[in-house]
């Protein structure tokens, strides 16, 4: 199975809004409403931000949205912060039962 | 709230199998409707998913992985394993144990902080 597709990198101002795209496949992001977003922070494991596309799970600020078009799902942070940098990464059901991570996106807030 | 935490050895040889355990506190593993993964990522580089299993006993494994890989529950000990065999300096990586609280298969919302484990002779 192939990783999702996720850009290396993206940066913004502090109050921006940002976007980070995720590009699969329709046996993956195209064919199932199964996509999540984790952040990560260094030497730190991933915490859960979105599932399902678009769900938050308690506790997560609502300062994060998910959302999916065909292949590609994205996720959106308005109200940009310091402590938002950190690498993103996406994640997506297969067709044949597994789970497939995207090579993650490092966030700069400049 | 439910807790996890990673165990075993920081150093395999080649050609061995390398074994973890994921300690499960706070709860009660045992018929808890969540999926039980493992999730490592070598160094500096992105995550890839291992392997999954539900609390039924099914078991879900990474293609790339499946010949070696097996994700076993222990329900007596309220804690899960990973077993990878026939390892090699490519299997050298931080190991995350997670579970899926929320039931999906996709959606790992408790992590254990992680053990690095190195492929070496």
């Known amino acids: 199975q192939s990783a999702l597709t996720q850009p290396a990198s993206v940066s913004g101002s502090p109050g921006q809004s940002i976007t980070f795209s995720c590009t699969g496949t329709?046996?993956?992001?195209?064919?199932?409403?199964?996509v999540s977003w984790y952040q990560q922070r260094p030497g730190k494991a991933p915490k859960l931000l979105i599932f399902d596309v678009t769900n938050r799970p308690s506790g997560v600020s609502n300062r994060f949205s998910g959302s999916k078009s065909g292949n590609t799902a994205s996720l959106t942070i308005s109200g940009l912060q310091a402590e938002d940098e950190a690498d993103y990464y996406c994640s997506s059901y297969t067709s044949i039962t597994t789970l497939v991570f995207g090579g993650g996106t490092k966030l700069t807030v400049l | 709230q439910l807790q996890l935490q990673e165990s075993g050895p920081g150093l395999v040889k080649p050609s061995e199998t390398l074994s973890l355990i994921c300690s499960v506190s706070?709860?009660?593993?045992?018929?808890?409707?969540?999926?039980w993964g493992w999730i490592r990522q070598p160094p500096g580089k992105g995550l890839e998913w291992i392997g999954s299993?539900?609390?039924?006993?099914?078991?879900y494994y990474n293609p790339s992985l499946k010949s070696r890989v097996t994700i076993s529950v222990d329900t007596s000990k309220n804690q899960f394993s990973l077993k990878l065999s026939s390892v090699t300096a490519a299997d050298t990586a931080v190991y995350y144990c997670?579970?899926?609280?929320?039931?999906?298969?996709?959606?790992?919302?408790?992590w254990g902080q992680g053990t690095m484990v190195t492929v070496s002779s």
């Open positions: 299993m539900y609390y039924s006993g099914i078991t």
């Open positions: 997670a579970t899926s609280t929320l039931g999906n298969f996709d959606a790992y919302d408790i």
């Open positions: 706070g709860d009660s593993i045992t018929y808890k409707t969540y999926y």
């Open positions: 329709s046996s993956d992001v195209g064919g199932y409403n199964y």
